[in-house]
């Protein structure tokens, strides 16, 4: 019945579960809240007894069986404010670190090794990390070999934000249908082009190079 509201107040699923059958039935031996549940015998005294130590539920022997029942649910607010000073002591550790972990995550993650992207998301996210870098883009690349819809976000999103944010862009393109109109655009995008014959230099893929990245 109110099984929902119990874990979006902090409870976890088969807390709530159990509590809630308390709450609606009161005083119940062991083998009716097993029943009503529908949790293994196990599983439902380890939750009663979770569900005591928080204080929202109470044991007691009536005819020499387990029963239990719950406590005032106002021990839910309680358990509330205490999670919310414990997430807040969390933030004020994490705020103190932050920068240390950071300075660490840059140590490691200019060490060499390789990272894998696929599809065109990651080779969007692989271009979007030259912007983050910061630093002149060296490239041997062959146009028409790029996938059209990747083509389209350079010329269209990914060139503009790099014009923007002042980055050059150094490039040797193997000649084909649209090296022309590519090389067209070098003012405006910040980039050198140097176009090379395709029968002499066949390029099959495309190589960038930036700060200490390939």
């Known amino acids: 019945m109110y099984s929902k509201t119990l874990k979006e107040s902090g409870l976890k ?3 709530a579960i159990v509590y809630d059958i308390l709450l609606e039935h009161g005083t119940l031996p ?4 097993i029943k009503k549940s529908g949790l293994k015998r196990g599983i439902v005294y380890k939750t009663l007894y979770d569900l005591q130590d928080k204080g929202l539920a109470s044991q007691l022997t009536i005819k020499k069986k387990f029963h239990f029942r ?6 839910l607010s309680e358990l509330v404010e205490d999670q919310l ?3 807040q002591n969390h933030q004020l550790t994490l705020q103190t670190y932050l920068p240390q972990l950071i300075s660490a995550f840059k140590t490691t993650d200019n060490k060499p090794g390789v990272k894998i992207y696929e599809g065109i998301n990651g080779i ?10 910061g630093k002149e883009i060296w490239a041997i690349l062959q146009t028409s070999e790029v996938e059209p819809k990747v083509y389209d976000w350079l010329s269209h999103t990914y060139g503009k934000k790099r014009a923007e944010a002042n980055i050059w862009a150094k490039v040797i ?3 084909d249908s649209k090296t022309k109109t590519y090389a067209s655009k070098n003012e405006v995008e910040k980039r050198e082009t140097k176009v090379v014959p395709k029968e002499k230099f066949p390029i099959g893929i ?3 190079i930036y700060g200490s990245k390939v």
């Open 30 to 33: 062991v083998l009716d809240i």
């Open 173 to 175: 393109a193997a000649e």
């Open 206 to 208: 495309e190589v960038d």
């Open 13 to 15: 699923d088969k807390e």
């Open 124 to 133: 969007k996210e692989v271009y979007n990390d030259t912007l983050k870098e």
């Open 85 to 87: 000073k414990e997430a």
């Open 70 to 75: 719950a406590e005032h649910p106002f021990k």
